[in-house]
């Protein structure tokens, strides 16, 4: 059975750097749009980031805009989000999904989280001092 798990959360000091990484078992993500998602404490899911399978350009929210990238390891079999410069706001549960396209290498961007099939279990971020 396919599965997603991300790994690489923790503590990280406002500022700071930190990498997710999203591998998988039984899925080759580079056929997969893969998306990131987080949930804050007491708030919605709300998704920040995604890359369009044959690719690795990314879409972002502007919440994380120019401070987080994600990108493929294809010899790996994962996907990254590396987050740079990281805010107390980016504190959350951080879950990666995958979704087979229906045509490949079309843009994953607006692609709602009822779209992804595939999802990890979650890793917590946490921002503070």
């Known amino acids: 059975q396919a599965q997603l798990v991300e790994s690489g959360g923790g503590l990280v000091q406002p500022g700071g750097s930190l990498r997710l990484s999203c591998a998988s078992s039984?899925?080759?993500?580079?056929?997969?749009?893969i998306a990131w998602f987080r949930q804050a404490p007491g708030k919605e899911r709300e998704g920040i980031s995604c890359?369009?399978?044959?690719?690795?350009?990314?879409y972002y929210d502007d919440s994380v805009k120019g401070r987080f990238t994600t990108s493929r390891d294809d010899d790996k079999n994962i996907v990254y989000l590396e987050m740079n410069n990281t805010k107390a706001e980016d504190t959350a549960v951080y879950y990666c999904?995958?979704?087979?396209?229906?045509?490949?290498?079309?843009?994953?961007?607006?692609?709602?989280?009822?779209?992804?099939?595939?999802w990890g279990q979650g890793t917590k971020v946490t921002v503070s001092s």
């Open positions: 999904a995958a979704d087979y396209p229906k045509a490949y290498g079309s843009s994953c961007h607006g692609k709602g989280e009822d779209a992804y099939e595939y």
């Open positions: 890359v369009s399978s044959g690719h690795n350009n990314g």
């Open positions: 039984g899925l080759t993500l580079y056929f997969y749009d």
